[in-house]
């Protein structure tokens, strides 16, 4: 890719092909090749031009010049097919999959840019991101600067997940705060008072989202949320501060974290959920702690990707003129699954 951040313009793309921008005009806007006034040879120069320039981002040019082949880059900025990862990753590639099938298109994977201090770089050197027609952006943690590159050159792209790191940044996500917000509700309505909140990441907006809720919840007065001391991530050390605390209800940020803080708490003699009740604030399907279902929320992951890939299509078929009424940016509703550890507070507790 050029390090450029703006688009290319006709006069550039003229000058590459060797030609005039009246002739780039004619090309880009003879949709079906009747001017016979343009020689074909000439329009393949100009065609040649456009891919080699971040003016192919612009997706009326690139259908004007016949260069929507159908096939949409994936990316990932974690390593997605890893034993670890799939449990994140796994559904969401699915939805991926069966909607590239329904919108007969192909994907393309990016791959080549190597995993550097646990992410890629979306325009590494490697990266062949001018082959495919837009792509799916897919990472817990994405770059803000390749976001904003993405959003001024144009490049059709959607983000998997709230993204805010950027202006502009189409996503298709979930309604954490919504989820969050419905969670607490009915720990109060279970007669929950204090809780305490565990979590590792406020980096990204889903965990934002989560705490944004988790602090006006105790501004409300609903449930209050206590702190912690910072014992620098040491699971026993975090167990014995929330027994100290009195808390009747820890929240942790996701289903792994979760079992883990059951783990740690079980080895302390505390009963789950008799003593302390426990919630995720995120999937929960398939998790167990000591064999009673964890609460926490359900995402529609295959779903949300599905939804993603479909309005990638809508980004790179719109006419100029449509293109503005799109909506960029959509949350979808996920659901509170509440299994058996999340209980009523005891009276004599």
Do not use: W
């Amino acid at each position: 890719m050029s390090g450029k951040t703006g688009k290319t313009t006709q006069k550039e793309i003229a000058r590459i092909a060797g030609v005039s921008q009246t002739t780039v005009s004619l090309v880009l806007n003879d949709r079906d090749g009747t001017n016979v006034r343009i020689p074909e040879a000439t329009r393949e120069r100009v065609r040649r031009a456009i891919e080699q320039t971040t003016y192919v981002a612009d997706p009326a040019a690139r259908r004007l010049a016949g260069l929507d082949n159908k096939i949409l880059g994936v990316f990932t900025y974690e390593s997605a097919l890893t034993a670890e990862s799939m449990d994140f990753y796994g559904p969401l590639l699915n939805g991926i999959e069966r909607a590239a099938e329904q919108h007969d298109c192909d994907l393309l994977f990016f791959t080549s840019s190597p995993v550097e201090n646990g992410s890629r770089r979306l325009f590494h050197r490697n990266t062949r991101l001018r082959l495919a027609d837009g792509c799916i952006l897919l990472g817990q943690h994405m770059d803000g600067e390749e976001l904003a590159r993405l959003v001024s050159e144009g490049f059709p792209f959607v983000a998997v997940g709230r993204r805010d790191e950027a202006e502009g940044v189409p996503y298709v996500g979930i309604d954490y705060r919504a989820l969050t917000r419905e969670l607490i509700a009915k720990a109060a309505e279970r007669g929950h008072t204090t809780a305490v909140y565990v979590h590792g990441d406020r980096d990204t907006p889903s965990s934002r989202d989560r705490l944004a809720e988790i602090e006006a919840a105790g501004e409300s007065g609903s449930l209050s949320f206590l702190s912690l001391p910072d014992v620098g991530g040491d699971l026993a050390a975090t167990a014995r501060a929330i027994v100290e605390s009195g808390a009747t209800l820890v929240v942790a940020e996701d289903a792994f974290a979760a079992e883990d803080l059951a783990l740690a708490l079980e080895r302390l003699g505390i009963s789950l959920p008799g003593d302390i009740s426990l919630a995720a604030l995120g999937e929960v399907q398939s998790h167990t702690v000591g064999g009673l279902r964890l609460s926490g929320f359900h995402t529609p992951r295959q779903r949300i990707a599905f939804e993603a890939l479909s309005l990638l299509r809508e980004l790179i078929s719109a006419e100029p003129e449509d293109a503005a009424t799109i909506d960029r940016q959509r949350l979808l509703n996920g659901s509170l699954e509440l299994g058996e550890t999340l209980v009523a507070r005891r009276a004599d507790a």
